[in-house]
């Protein structure tokens, strides 16, 4: 069976589960779905943060973007949160074509 591909925002708890669903395959309602990014969530009393090897974070202090977070640890009062965790590698899907126009 062959399946059309989206590419998906996943949502995570806590941000050393994402290398795990990065290579996860989901497949509903006919579409694979293909993780590219992660909404990662922590708990409010928490004073740190841990971005996984192979990602960056993208930062937050009240809801603003402050800037990125190389992976390694990193401290963070409970009003910084780590909105998206972006994969450093290439993702592969595949695309159907619908149509390939050529001037024959």
């Not at 990662?40 to 943060?49: A, D, E, G, H, K």
């Not at 009062?77 to 595949?94: G, K, R």
Request: net charge positive; with cysteine.
């Amino acid at each position: 069976m062959q399946y059309n591909t989206k590419l998906v925002v996943e949502n995570v708890w806590g941000c050393q589960n994402a290398p795990a669903k990065l290579g996860e395959v989901n497949i509903t309602r006919g579409y694979k779905m293909t993780p590219v990014a992660f909404f990662p969530t922590r708990l409010p009393c928490s004073f740190y943060v841990i971005i996984p090897k192979g990602f960056v974070g993208l930062v937050n202090s009240h809801g603003k973007y402050v800037g990125i977070w190389k992976a390694g640890y990193h401290s963070a009062a409970p009003w910084i949160s780590v909105s998206h965790l972006i994969p450093e590698q290439y993702t592969v899907y595949d695309i159907p074509v619908k149509e390939c126009p050529t001037q024959d």
